[in-house]
């Protein structure tokens, strides 16, 4: 655009050059050579125009649909927020009843409270978590986080020996990794 702009400007100082060598004594030979240049450079104005209103059509089209693609992904995210929520209400329905009953029993507490725990495990497996499996593995800084090493002269070195906190992971990706001990002989 720069340059169609160039060749207008280029084209109108033509003219005026044109004009100032003669300015009153035009011959009939000057007229027809003006009228050309004159429409070309309404010609070169006009789609120079026709380009810049082709660009700012594209550039609101373009944040149009930048818009709309941060409003989706909001969307979407609430979406998936709400059905996790929805999976986790059966959990703590029961963490109310057991809050509510009455504690004579430690056993059967104990039973119900891992009950629940084994319950909440498997909506967050549903949901896409998994545990990074760490014990007697290989140490990848992608999955685990050394916190401490130790010798072992029975384990290789750089195999985790101790999962200090689990890692998981959803869907492939890391959420957190697991904090462990590497073997450093």
């Known amino acids: ?11 109108e100082a033509e003219i005026e050059a044109g004009a100032e060598e ?11 050579a003006e009228e050309p240049k004159s429409a070309e450079v309404e010609a070169l104005k006009k789609e120079l125009q026709e380009k ?22 909001e969307e979407l995210s609430a979406v998936v927020t709400q059905e996790l ?7 703590l329905d ?7 009953a ?23 497996a549903k949901n896409g978590l998994e545990p990074i499996e760490a014990e007697g593995k290989k140490f990848d800084p992608n999955f685990h986080q050394a916190v401490m090493r130790t010798a072992d002269p029975d ?19 890391v959420i957190r990794p697991a904090m462990v001990q590497v073997v450093a002989n």
């Open 102 to 124: 009455e504690q004579k029993d430690g056993e059967a507490f104990q039973k119900g409270v891992e009950m629940l725990y084994q319950q909440f495990k498997e909506t967050l």
């Open 52 to 73: 810049d209103d082709r660009l700012k059509r594209l550039q609101a089209d373009f944040e149009n649909f930048r818009r709309r693609t941060n409003k989706e992904r």
């Open 155 to 173: 384990k290789e070195d750089d195999t985790v020996s101790q999962v200090l906190q689990m890692g998981y992971q959803a869907k492939g990706r």
């Open 85 to 91: 929520l929805k999976d986790m209400l059966p959990i």
């Open 22 to 32: 003669a300015p009153e004594a035009a011959s009939s030979e000057e007229a027809p």
């Open 94 to 100: 029961n963490f109310d009843r057991a809050m509510a």
């Open 1 to 11: 655009m720069e340059e169609m702009q160039r060749e207008i400007d280029e084209a």
